[in-house]
């Protein structure tokens, strides 16, 4: 990790089993994922606007730099961590920003996790095939 910055805010965000470590600063709009630009990382058009989606709502988008770490997951949760990371470092940097995020839904976190395999099923609830003969 690098030095820590005045300018820089930190979030985390965390989304099934991905954890982002986001920071954000006053820049030209540069979006990085894992070293990468996040356009390469996520490879999918959706996934690019529900990243952006924070900065576009208030509309600060192209403001800020944002270089994301992310472990855990897949893809699509990871692009979830880092919604939520970006939404709480911009909280960090402006409690103003606040009100709006929340209205948009951006500072909740999804708990939808996947539930965990029992024993005498073949899934989480499904059963095995019942054989009458």
């Known amino acids: 990790m690098r030095p820590s910055n005045p ?3 930190y979030g985390t965000g965390r989304r099934k089993s991905a954890v982002a470590r986001v920071w954000i600063e006053p820049g ?7 070293d990468r630009d996040f ?4 490879c999918r058009p959706v996934l ?6 924070p900065l576009v ?3 600060i988008d192209g403001k800020f730099n944002v270089r994301a770490k992310v472990k ?3 893809v699509v949760g990871q692009a979830g961590a880092v919604k939520l990371g ?5 909280v960090a ?19 939808r996790v996947k539930e965990r395999k029992k024993y005498g099923r073949k899934k989480a609830r499904r059963g095995f095939q019942f054989v009458k003969r």
């Open 93 to 111: 940097r402006d409690e103003n920003l606040r009100k709006e995020l929340r209205a948009g839904g951006f500072l909740t976190r999804d708990a």
């Open 72 to 74: 855990g997951g897949g």
């Open 57 to 59: 709502a208030l509309a």
């Open 39 to 42: 356009k390469a990382y996520l």
């Open 28 to 34: 030209e709009g540069l979006i990085t994922i894992n």
């Open 86 to 90: 970006i939404s709480r470092a911009l």
């Open 48 to 53: 690019e606007i529900l990243v952006k989606s």
């Open 7 to 9: 300018n820089q805010n």
